[in-house]
């Protein structure tokens, strides 16, 4: 696991930009797991698909570029970790997520917070890339994240909200995560492998989201099981 800090320069003036964002780095080792759940998400596009386009949000496929017919469009309408009925190892995979954003806390030196997540999966083929977008702005919002499902010929770049001309790029590989403030702007270039391009995204929310299928991420029950384990 590794925490990042983007940093700006010192600003010579009190009204020059400054910003210290900070994006968290980690991997799901269980190989077999990471493989068993893309293969599964591939297989529940199209039941996803008959979803209706979720009305959380004002941009259908949120800003990406995916389109309506996008399983990206169906976001907020469902959580991923329903499918934990038909494959067992989403709760292993909600877990991870979770000591995840124990570390980045911890390394932020920062408060955890009990919080809720909406989760949801994106397939991008070949010639499609992600739209540079982010998912929201709001005084209220909190942290979000992105996962891939294989080793992808792709980086997800992350762009300092300031200046797009200054970005940082990281590789797709199986089992990462990146977890970063929910206002960081980001995309992913073209797609050029063969095989179906899986990625899950989501987002913490400190209040339950309203329009929005959520479950609790974080709180005192959940806490006190993941720390008296380890």
Not at 23 to 50: P, R
Not at 66 to 85: A, H, P, Q, W
Request: glycine share 6%.
């Amino acid at each position: 696991m590794k925490l990042i800090n983007i940093k700006s320069l010192h600003p010579e003036n009190e009204f020059a930009p400054s910003w210290n964002i900070p994006i968290h780095l980690s991997t799901w080792g269980e190989h077999e797991k990471v493989n068993k759940i893309k293969n599964f998400l591939i297989d529940k596009e199209s039941e996803v698909l008959d979803q209706p386009v979720g009305d959380g949000t004002a941009y259908g496929d949120g800003r990406t570029g995916l389109g309506l017919d996008s399983v990206t469009s169906k976001s907020g309408t469902y959580t991923l970790f329903d499918f934990n009925k038909e494959l067992s190892d989403f709760n292993d995979l909600l877990d991870f997520m979770r000591i995840s954003y124990l570390n980045f806390i911890s390394e932020c030196q920062s408060s955890v917070r009990d919080s809720h997540i909406v989760c949801w999966y994106n397939i991008v083929r070949t010639g499609q890339s992600i739209n540079t977008h982010f998912h929201g702005t709001q005084h209220h919002c909190y942290l979000s994240g992105n996962m891939h499902l294989d080793d992808y010929p792709t980086t997800t770049n992350y762009y300092i909200p300031y200046d797009a001309t200054l970005v940082h790029k990281f590789p797709n590989t199986a089992g990462g995560l990146t977890m970063f403030p929910t206002y960081m702007p980001h995309g992913v270039d073209t797609y050029t492998g063969e095989d179906i391009r899986v990625s899950i995204a989501f987002d913490l929310h400190t209040d339950i989201p309203e329009d929005l299928v959520s479950i609790p991420f974080i709180d005192n029950e959940i806490f006190n099981r993941l720390t008296s384990s380890s």
